[in-house]
């Protein structure tokens, strides 16, 4: 370790609180985390870190247990001998669409705290409500429909917040005192970082996006959903419970409270800069260049983009860029993921790949999966094979649980024509089934990528890097179909940081904040320091000429598959 400055980031998760410390190189030199389940199911009762009220739909965390976890985090580097005197900044990422509610005796509260008591003592009477509805609340639905038809529909919702309805509304109205005892609403993220200034801070340029009240293309609150939120007359008053948004992701908030520097040992220069949410922060994790993709390969599937073109949907999330103004992130979330090619995989007869790899059924998968060519077509005359594969119901497209193959004509996608049953040979599903997740995602991408290298007609429209993280980045035969769909001009990389990416992405939020020169990027910075080796693994070459083309001949027809699928689901 060197004796340089560090930087401190953290991640509060659904389940965890992680704090990770690195130098001005980035390098790791110590974390530390709380599981909520294993440290407080006992006090708190959560299960996978939340309460639930089956009833309503309402998932939701108690605001002690974070507090209790702030502590205990801390306390935990402070075992392992981390020089927290030493940390010169402090940022994080928490978990999107969480929300804690302040009191009126907040902001004297957080100023006056005292060394020799832990947080959750002092902070007691801090909040008008003791809970945190979780990103997995399920109870809005009413709300949601209401904020769509007062901008006329969900794709104009969509286009002025970023995302489709998922709120501060159904508080509002079920709860009306303890509404109107709030004198502040944060987000989990703005939250964390109020207890180290020890002052309600102010909410992110990109986390404020989540909540479906942020303008991004007017960069504002917007008035309308302010006034669907609190009624005609309490625009003002929810304006100011929401505060003003800081629109620099870097700088300084100010400096630490008294508490930490007399509790923990850090410096009284120790400072705050803007917390983001967790799926900003993934894409601070590595030098993350506009049209450079990332693919979640875990139990769901994710993909993350940076973009400088706002073109939003109700399918998919928009999010302002944590640190570049004019700057977007992109993101699209589905449910079958790793659990839908599992499906797929135990249902293959088992083959020689088996036998010789000591039973893993995935040796199987991928052998057939490779075996067979894209679309399944083998020659000419062959129709390009389909399908969708939802073991659960779906959110990218909306769609009920159940599985659909279809063929359609493979040099200009047209005669879409389901599948008569039964169907073709499992083996086929193996490959099927990855190019259905790599093809919605191509769908839905389409519009935000241009050609690498600035065009020229040399290479079309694709990401330039794809980086996987997940279980699946582990699987060669996963990441040659990715790399097929999607192209990935420079390659297709796997990306292992050690499940800290949230965390990572904090911690290189801060070190940009307080040592970018004048007009400096994040990108410029971070990526003049960030060290691939050990980080990413190239694992395909990507784009194929040819190859790549005849995706692009059916992506019409897969859009059609699923536009027939969901009309069919509407009308039954």
């Excluded at 400055?5 to 389940?15: E, H, I, V, W």
């Excluded at 992680?18 to 974390?31: F, G, P, R, Y």
């Excluded at 007399?262 to 601070?284: H, K, M, Q, W």
């Excluded at 993709?293 to 949907?313: E, Q």
């Amino acid at each position: 370790m060197s004796d340089g400055p560090l930087y401190l980031g953290f991640d509060l998760s659904t389940q965890q609180l992680k704090a990770i410390v690195v130098q001005s190189d980035l390098n790791v030199v110590a974390d530390a985390k709380v599981d909520f389940d294993q440290d407080f199911a006992s006090k708190y009762k959560v299960k996978k870190g939340v309460l639930v009220n089956e009833d309503e739909g309402e998932v939701f965390a108690p605001v002690a247990m974070w507090l209790e976890s702030l502590d205990l985090v801390l306390q935990r580097l402070q075992e392992k001998k981390t020089p927290l005197n030493r940390i010169r900044g402090i940022s994080g990422s928490c978990q999107q669409h969480g929300s804690v509610y302040w009191g009126r005796q907040a902001e004297s509260l957080l100023g006056s705290l005292k060394s020799d008591r832990p947080l959750v003592d002092q902070l007691k009477e801090a909040f008008s409500h003791p809970y945190a509805p979780n990103w997995q609340d399920h109870s809005t639905q009413q709300e949601c429909d209401q904020f769509d038809a007062k901008l006329g529909s969900a794709d104009r919702l969509a286009e002025v917040t970023g995302s489709a309805a998922h709120h501060i509304m159904r508080l509002r109205r079920k709860l009306p005192d303890m509404y109107a005892n709030t004198s502040r609403i944060s987000l989990a993220s703005s939250f964390l970082a109020s207890l180290f200034l020890g002052a309600v801070a102010p909410m992110d340029i990109s986390d404020v996006c989540g909540m479906n009240l942020w303008d991004i293309a007017g960069n504002d609150w917007s008035e309308p959903l302010l006034e669907l939120t609190a009624g005609k007359d309490g625009v003002a008053d929810l304006r100011s419970k929401l505060g003003e948004v800081r629109k620099d992701g870097g700088g300084s908030m100010g400096r630490i409270s008294s508490y930490f520097t007399s509790r923990y040992n850090f410096s009284p220069d120790c400072e705050v800069a803007p917390f983001t949410g967790d799926n900003p922060a993934t894409i601070l994790a590595l030098p993350l260049r506009p049209l450079d993709a990332i693919v979640s390969l875990g139990t769901s599937t994710t993909f993350l983009m940076s973009t400088p073109v706002y073109k939003p949907d109700p399918s998919y999330h928009f999010f302002n860029h944590p640190t570049t103004p004019g700057q977007h992130m992109f993101m699209l979330c589905y449910k079958n993921g790793g659990l839908a090619r599992e499906k797929v995989r135990d249902a293959l007869p088992p083959s020689s790949a088996t036998t010789d790899n000591n039973n893993d059924p995935w040796a199987t998968f991928n052998q057939h999966a490779l075996a067979t060519p894209p679309l399944d077509v083998r020659s000419d005359s062959d129709r390009a094979k389909l399908g969708l594969y939802f073991y659960l119901p779906e959110i990218v497209p909306n769609i009920r649980a159940g599985t659909w193959r279809y063929t359609c004509d493979a040099a200009t996608g047209g005669a879409l024509r389901e599948q008569d049953p039964p169907g073709w040979a499992p083996e086929t599903d193996a490959r099927v089934i990855v190019e259905s997740q790599a093809l919605s995602m191509r769908l839905r991408s389409q519009n935000l990528v241009s050609p690498p290298g600035g065009g020229g007609g040399q290479l079309p429209a694709q990401p330039r890097r794809i980086y996987l993280v997940g279980g699946g980045s582990h699987n060669p035969a996963i990441a040659r179909i990715v790399g097929d769909v999607l192209g990935g001009a420079d390659g297709v990389y796997k990306l292992d940081v050690g499940g800290n990416a949230c965390a990572l992405g904090g911690a290189y939020k801060a070190v940009w904040a307080f040592e970018r020169a004048e007009g400096e990027t994040f990108d410029e910075l971070i990526g003049k320091r960030w060290k691939e080796e050990g980080a990413i693994q190239k694992v395909d070459d990507g784009y194929r000429d040819g190859v790549f083309q005849k995706y692009g001949n059916v992506l019409a027809a897969f859009e059609e598959m699923e536009e027939r699928i969901l009309k069919v689901a509407k009308n039954t």
